[in-house]
């Protein structure tokens, strides 16, 4: 009789922000954890989407879906919590740990995008808006997170940043500032998190297309999209599975000695 080995995230559960619709990061890396073994609790705030051109997701066709393409056994548990209020993120772990217990891995893909700008269009309510969703609630659930967290091997901590490192972003100041100081603080949190079995990294996916590159649902005009495309050596936009592909590989056993790092994989996009 054969048996087979158990699979790498067995006996794991991991926290995914950000799962609302299929064509988003957040379902990408929740596919891939759960195929790993992970049993996941995905957090959605379906009027942040329902605002955008790209639209939302019916959730329980969402969670459907996914379930039927994970190993018999994963457990899939899913909430609707606004992460912009103080108390989103204490919510978002509470509500995670109540369902499924013991908590091993966040991946903080939430974001808040549109009602952005230029220097001249900030307003102290759009940097605020931005800092709440983007730095301020992925703060405090890593926090929360770290207190739940009792020591065993397996803790992980993932962020998403943006490219303000490697290049200008000269529309989209509010989201470039509050993503920047993730990266920015990295390295010091990571630090902090060793003493407790926590490995972070952070992660800046390039220009993946989860609808906003599609011309029919494109948040900039079509000229701006061949632009983008021409810059792509590859000759496609990254897709959501291309970050969680590597995602994956970080809160694995297999990404244990990468550390603190702020990871860049856009797929040798041209920034000239």
């Known amino acids: 009789m054969h048996t087979h080995p158990p699979l790498p995230l067995s006996g794991r559960t991991a926290v995914i922000t950000g799962v609302s619709r299929r064509q988003g990061i957040g379902f990408a890396i929740a596919r891939r954890l759960g195929g790993m073994g992970a049993n996941l609790f995905l957090q959605h705030h379906v009027p942040h989407d329902e605002a955008q051109p790209w639209g939302a997701d019916s959730i329980p066709d969402l969670v459907r ?9 994963i457990r899939v548990e899913h909430a609707g ?3 912009a209020p103080a108390a989103g993120a204490a919510e978002l772990i509470q509500r995670a740990q109540s369902a499924l217990g013991h908590l091993d891995i966040l991946c903080c893909n939430h974001a808040k995008s549109g009602s952005d700008g230029g220097l001249l269009d900030m307003t102290p309510e759009n940097l605020d808006a931005h800092w709440q969703v983007n730095t301020r609630s992925t703060l405090l659930a890593t926090r929360y997170f770290a207190e739940q967290h009792d020591g065993r091997e397996g803790g992980r901590v993932v962020w998403m940043t943006s490219g303000q490192s490697q290049g200008p972003m000269p529309g989209e100041i509010a989201y470039a500032t509050s993503k920047a100081a993730l990266a920015g603080v990295t390295a010091s949190v990571a630090d902090g998190l060793m003493s407790q079995g926590i490995i972070l990294n952070t992660v800046n996916p390039g220009p993946v297309n989860t609808g906003y590159l599609n011309e029919e649902t494109a948040d900039r005009p079509s000229a701006e999209l061949k632009s983008v495309l021409a810059h792509f050596p590859g000759g496609r936009f990254g897709e959501p599975d291309d ?3 590597l995602i994956a590989w970080l809160v694995s056993d297999e990404g244990r000695w990468m550390v603190g790092q ?6 040798g996009f041209r920034r000239w």
């Open 262 to 267: 702020v990871l860049n994989t856009e797929g």
């Open 243 to 245: 970050p969680a592909r």
């Open 65 to 73: 879906d996914l379930q039927t393409s994970l190993p018999d056994g």
């Open 81 to 83: 919590i606004d992460l």
